[in-house]
């Protein structure tokens, strides 16, 4: 984990304000919105989506759905934004959804929800030792 001082694109943040007013978030109130972009560059939005017997989707599972619906199948980089300037990280269950995607390069960076970078991780800070395709026995 790393503090940052480099800018995210205004077309990443843009982006991430659009979903975030998006979300479905009658329950919680707590509207999130990631941004995952492919090593092509393709950019996947989403934003979570809450029911009322209270099992949602989080943001981060909803552009991991729309990038695999699109035919891809690896994360460069991955956008979180929560609703405060308080760190608003990936859940565990998100965690791991990443990492099935990711690449020790793939970077993970949470900003505000004023759109300021807060923090950039590694996969590895944000999944230590984590669990992954290469752990299955082959099939």
């Known amino acids: 984990m790393s503090q940052q ?6 077309e990443i943040v843009e982006q991430l304000f659009s979903a975030r007013a998006n979300a479905y978030v009658p329950y919680s109130a707590h509207p999130v919105a990631s941004v995952m972009v492919t090593p092509d560059g393709q950019q996947f939005a989403g934003t979570n989506v809450e029911v009322a017997h209270y099992k949602g989707l989080c ?12 035919g891809q199948r690896q994360l460069a980089t991955v956008y979180v934004m929560g609703p405060g300037d ?3 990280t990936p859940c565990g269950d998100c965690r791991q959804r990443i990492r ?6 793939t970077q993970i960076k949470v900003l505000s929800g004023s759109g300021k970078l807060m923090k950039t991780y ?7 030792d984590g669990f992954g395709p290469e752990q299955l026995p082959p099939r």
């Open 59 to 70: 943001a981060e599972a909803s552009a991991i759905s729309a990038m695999i619906t699109a």
């Open 122 to 128: 590694s996969m590895e800070a944000l999944l230590p």
């Open 86 to 88: 308080h760190l608003c």
């Open 100 to 105: 099935e995607f990711a690449t020790p390069e």
């Open 5 to 10: 001082t480099d800018e995210v694109s205004a």
